[in-house]
C-alpha cells in the first residue's frame, strides 16, 4: 500500500493535505490553506514538500479553503493534472478560489500603496485570479457513491460526509505489497447527523482497512438547544427594543441553516420575511448554489411548503450601497453577513453603527454569535 505523508492539519485545525505515495506516483487529499494567526498565514508561503508538476492527481474532500486554498499555488508551481471533487462541490469550489485570489491580489496592492510588507520590498500575492482560472479548468466532477481509476491498480469513490454542501469522504482502495486490495478513508470534515438542508454523512459502505478521522470537534459536544427556538427569542426581545439582529455568519453552509431557521420562524407567524436581508454577495451566491443542488437536499428541506433558499424569500444586499443603507433604516430587522468571525466584512459596518452610544445605555441591537475559541475551529 501507499506510503503516507501529513502536510497540514497536524497539531492545528487548518491547511489539510495528505500526500498518498505509490513507488513513483503522488496523489494528494486536500491542498488546503493554513487560516487564523499571522505565524499560521505564514505557512502558506513555504516551499511544497513535493514536485507539484509530478504529482499524478488531487481529490479534494470539500470546498472550504482550509481544504482548497492553496489549489491555486499548486497550479501556479506547476501541476496541471486533474483535481477531482464532487459535482455539487465544484460551484462552491470556484466561488472561494476566485474570492481567496481577488483577496490575496487586493491584498498585495494595498500593501505595495502603504508601501509595507513584512515578506517582501515589493508585495505580491500568493496566487493570482488567472491561477485560480486556470486551477478551476482542472477540476473533474467525480458522483457520490462511484468509483474512478487514479491510474492503473488505484481507485478511489466518494461518499457524503454532510458538513458542507458536497462535502465528501474518500476511499482510496490498491493492492498492497502482498496483493490484497485495501481500503483506506479520509474522512474530510463530517457534519452532524440530522442538521437541516443536507443529507447526513453516509459510513463508507465496506470497513476500511485504515480510517485518517479529522478531529476539529473532537473534544466537546454540540448543544441539543432548538436553534430556531433561540433565535426566535433573541430575535423577538430585540425587536420589542426597535433594535436590530446583527447575525456575523460564514457564508458557506452556516448563512443557509441560519435561513432555514429564520424561516421556521416566518412559519410560525414570529418574523416579518420583508424584514430580513442577507447582506453578503459570496452568500448569495452559495445560497444559489445550495437551493438548485436538489439531489443533495434531505427529506425535511423537501417537505417545506416555502423555499427558504429562493431567491423571493427575504431581502437581498449585492451593492455596497444597500448594504450601507440597512444601518439608517431606523426599523427592527435580522441581517446575517459576512465574515462569519465578525473581523472584516460588511458585518463590521453593521457591527459598527449599531454598537451603544453611552456605555450605561441598554443596547437596543443584538449580535448573536458563536464564542470566538470555538467559531475559530469551524474547518
Ligand atoms: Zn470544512
Known amino acids: 500500500m501507499a506510503t503516507v505523508t501529513f ?18 506516483r503522488s496523489v494528494l487529499v486536500d491542498c488546503g490553506m493554513y487560516q487564523g494567526s499571522d505565524e499560521l498565514e505564514q505557512r502558506n508561503w513555504a516551499p511544497f514538500p513535493y514536485t507539484a508538476a509530478k504529482l499524478a492527481a488531487v481529490v479534494v474532500t470539500h470546498a472550504h479553503l482550509d481544504h482548497t486554498g492553496l489549489l491555486p499555488r499548486l497550479v501556479a508551481e506547476g501541476y496541471s493534472g486533474p483535481i477531482y471533487c464532487t459535482g455539487p462541490s465544484r460551484g462552491l469550489i470556484s466561488l472561494v478560489l476566485q474570492d481567496a485570489a481577488q483577496l490575496q491580489e487586493e491584498g498585495a496592492r494595498y500593501a505595495r500603496e502603504k508601501g509595507y510588507s513584512r515578506r517582501h520590498a515589493e508585495p505580491k500575492p500568493l496566487y493570482t ?27 478511489f469513490r466518494f461518499t457524503r460526509a454532510g458538513h458542507l454542501l458536497g462535502a465528501a469522504s474518500v476511499e482510496v482502495t490498491g493492492k498492497g505489497s ?18 437541516p438542508i443536507l443529507k447526513d454523512p453516509e ?29 426566535g427569542k433573541i430575535i423577538g426581545e430585540t425587536y420589542a427594543r426597535g433594535g436590530m439582529v446583527i447575525i456575523p455568519a460564514f457564508a458557506l453552509g452556516r448563512t443557509q441553516e441560519i435561513l432555514y431557521h429564520l ?70 430587522a435580522v441581517i446575517v453577513a459576512s465574515s ?16 451603544p452610544r453611552a456605555p450605561a445605555g441598554a443596547p437596543s441591537s443584538t449580535a448573536p454569535r458563536r464564542s470566538p475559541s470555538r467559531a475559530r475551529r469551524c474547518g
Open 7 to 24: 502536510h497540514g492539519a497536524c497539531g492545528v485545525v487548518t491547511g489539510s493535505s495528505t500526500r498518498l505515495d505509490w513507488g513513483e
Open 129 to 155: 485570479e488567472e491561477d485560480a482560472r486556470r486551477t478551476l479548468k482542472l477540476l473533474r466532477t467525480v458522483p457520490f457513491e462511484e468509483e474512478r481509476e487514479l491510474f492503473p491498480g488505484v481507485r
Open 178 to 195: 502482498d496483493g490484497e486490495a485495501r481500503t483506506w478513508c479520509f474522512s474530510g470534515d463530517v457534519g452532524r447527523y440530522g442538521v
Open 203 to 231: 459510513p463508507p459502505p465496506l470497513p476500511p482497512a485504515a480510517l485518517l478521522l479529522e478531529s476539529t470537534y473532537g473534544d466537546r459536544r454540540h448543544p441539543q438547544e432548538d436553534a430556531t427556538e433561540a433565535l
Open 263 to 332: 424561516s421556521r420562524l416566518v412559519e410560525a407567524g414570529r418574523l416579518a420575511p420583508e424584514t430580513v436581508f442577507l447582506d453578503s454577495p459570496m452568500a448569495i451566491n452559495a445560497t444559489q448554489l445550495y437551493d438548485q443542488a436538489e439531489s443533495e437536499h434531505d427529506e425535511e428541506f423537501d417537505a417545506l411548503a416555502v423555499d427558504p433558499l429562493g431567491n423571493g424569500r427575504f431581502q437581498r444586499c449585492r451593492t455596497v450601497d444597500q448594504s450601507k443603507a440597512l444601518n439608517t433604516r431606523g426599523e427592527p
Open 340 to 355: 462569519g468571525m465578525a473581523n472584516g466584512g460588511r458585518v463590521v459596518h453593521h457591527l459598527l453603527a449599531t454598537r
